[in-house]
T-cell receptor, first 115, second 115 residues
Framework: KAGVTQTPRYLIKTRGQQVTLSCSPI?????VSWYQQTPGQGLQFLFE???????NKGNFPGRFSGRQFSNSRSEMNVSTLELGDSALYLC??????????????FGEGSRLTVL | QKEVEQDPGPLSVPEGAIVSLNCTYS??????FMWYRQYSRKGPELLMY????GNKEDGRFTAQVDKSSKYISLFIRDSQPSDSATYLC???????????????FGQGTILTVHP
């Protein structure tokens, strides 16, 4: 069973640019969540999509946005990049409904460096 | 003040030692408690999941939850070098189908088990 796939794995951008990250969840999973991981703040929740609808949103500015497609693949976009956006962006998938196990399946992340 | 506090360590122990990892939280809405393990350059993976107060054991790992004190712990017995990783506590307030992918993580504790 293929795991969660995130692309690209590494990218470098300059301030003011925008970036789009992609996530392919495990087959059959309808929930995709995005997290930002930094040494200072740890893992912080960005948003969750379930069946193409944003179900939850974390405390991040509107520059951070996302979407989910009908095949459950998801993208997140960060516009007008700032130096503080440098981080590992993790995507996690889950069934999204039914019995709760607390289990999210994470990808290996996209490491964004903003210069 | 963060909703979940976790001592980031680092923690270094000899092989065979008992390791104790802890988190405190302030949000009484948290009902589900997880421990994730993250190896270097990998995404986190679920290690333990607990719902109620008390202990849950799985092999060398024991998770403990004390909701009255808002305190959770993870114990690792007979620690091995392969246990060297970052351990993240995570919590969720609502598994009723609307917050599946939304977890609040602690900062993570970096553990090194040396031979």
């Amino acid at each position: 069973k293929a795991g969660v796939t995130q692309t690209p794995r590494y990218l470098i951008k300059t301030r003011g640019q925008q970036v789009t990250l992609s996530c392919s969840p495990i087959s059959g999973h309808r929930s995709v969540s995005w997290y930002q991981q930094t040494p200072g703040q740890g893992l912080q929740f960005l948003f969750e999509y379930f069946s193409e609808t944003q179900r939850n949103k974390g405390n991040f500015p509107g520059r951070f946005s996302g979407r989910q497609f009908s095949n459950s693949r998801s993208e997140m976009n960060v516009s007008t990049l700032e130096l503080g956006d440098s981080a590992l962006y993790l995507c996690a998938s889950s069934i999204g409904q039914g019995s709760y196990t607390g289990e999210l399946f994470f990808g290996e992340g996209s490491r964004l460096t903003v210069l | 003040q963060k909703e979940v506090e976790q001592d980031p360590g680092p923690l270094s122990v000899p092989e065979g030692a008992i390791v104790s990892l802890n988190c405190t939280y302030s949000n009484s809405a948290f009902q589900y408690f997880m421990w994730y393990r993250q190896y270097s350059r990998k995404g986190p993976e679920l290690l333990m999941y607990t719902y109620s107060s008390g202990n849950k054991e799985d092999g060398r790992f024991t998770a403990q939850v004390d909701k009255s004190s808002k305190y959770i712990s993870l114990f690792i017995r007979d620690s091995q070098p392969s246990d060297s990783a970052t351990y993240l506590c995570a919590m969720s307030g609502n598994a009723g189908g609307t917050s599946y992918g939304k977890l609040t993580f602690g900062q993570g504790t970096i553990l090194t088990v040396h031979p």
